[in-house]
C-alpha cells in the first residue's frame, strides 16, 4: 500500500524571498542613478561657477594690466577709482571683509557672454588710501623686482629677508582682485587673486 507525503510549499517562500531581494535591488539601482545624476550635475554646475568666476577676474586683471602699463596712466593706482571698482587701500578687519556687504560698496558687475552676472573689486593691498605706496605712514605690501638672473637662479632682494626693507630696484606692489558670482539658495562662490605690478 502506498502512502501519501504532504506538500510542503517550499516555492511559495523561496519565490517570496526572492521578490523582496528583487525588489530592495530595484530600489538600490535606481537610488545609485540617481546619485550619479546629482554628483555630475552639481559638478558642470561647480564648472559653470568657477569659469564664471574666472571671467571676473580678468576683466578686472585686463583693466588694471592697461592702466599699470600706460605711463599716463599708472600714477591713477595712488587713489581710488570707483568707476573701475578699484580702491587704493585694504583693511579686512572684522567689519570690512569679503563676507561683508561694505567691501562690496564700490563693486563692478559685469556679464559674461552667456549674459550671468559676475561682481568683481580691486585692492591695492596698502593701508593709507590715496596715497603712493612710500608716502609718509603706508604700508604696502611689495615684493622686490627681480633685477637679474645668474646661473645659480634669479637674484632675490633683500626686502625678504626680516632685518632690511632696502630696495635694490622700485619695488611690486601687490593687488587682490575678488570676484563673486550669485549661486543658489543665496549662496555666493568667491575667487581671489593676487596681481604684482611695479611701482
Known amino acids: ?14 519565490a517570496l524571498i526572492m521578490l523582496v531581494v528583487m525588489l530592495f535591488s530595484g530600489i538600490y539601482l535606481m537610488r545609485a542613478s540617481n546619485n550619479a ?8 554646475y561647480e564648472r559653470d561657477i568657477a569659469r564664471r568666476a574666472d571671467f571676473g577676474l580678468s ?6 594690466s592697461a592702466t599699470a602699463n600706460d ?10 577709482q570707483l568707476a573701475n571698482g578699484y580702491i587704493s587701500s585694504y583693511a579686512c578687519v572684522a567689519s570690512n571683509c569679503y563676507r561683508d556687504a561694505a567691501f562690496w560698496a564700490n563693486s563692478i558687475i ?6 550671468n ?22 604700508a604696502c605690501v611689495q615684493t622686490t623686482a627681480v633685477a637679474a638672473v645668474s646661473a645659480a637662479g634669479a637674484v632675490a632682494g633683500t626686502s625678504l ?14 593687488y587682490v582682485i575678488t570676484a563673486r558670482v550669485p549661486g543658489a539658495k543665496g549662496a555666493s562662490v568667491i575667487n581671489q587673486m593676487v596681481v604684482m605690478i611695479g611701482a
Do not use: F
Open 117 to 138: 552676472p559676475v561682481e568683481y573689486i580691486i585692492h591695492r593691498l596698502c593701508s593709507t588710501p590715496n596715497a603712493g605706496y612710500n608716502i609718509g605712514n603706508n
Open 37 to 44: 545624476t546629482i554628483m555630475s550635475s552639481n559638478l558642470a
Open 71 to 80: 605711463p599716463t596712466t599708472k600714477g591713477n593706482l595712488d587713489n581710488d
Open 161 to 174: 629677508s626680516s632685518d632690511a626693507e632696502s630696495y635694490t630696484t622700485l619695488p611690486q606692489i601687490h
Open 1 to 14: 500500500m502506498e502512502t501519501m507525503t504532504k506538500q510542503r510549499g517550499v516555492a511559495l517562500p523561496v
Open 110 to 115: 559685469v556679464n559674461d557672454a552667456a549674459g
Open 59 to 64: 576683466t578686472a586683471y585686463s583693466w588694471i
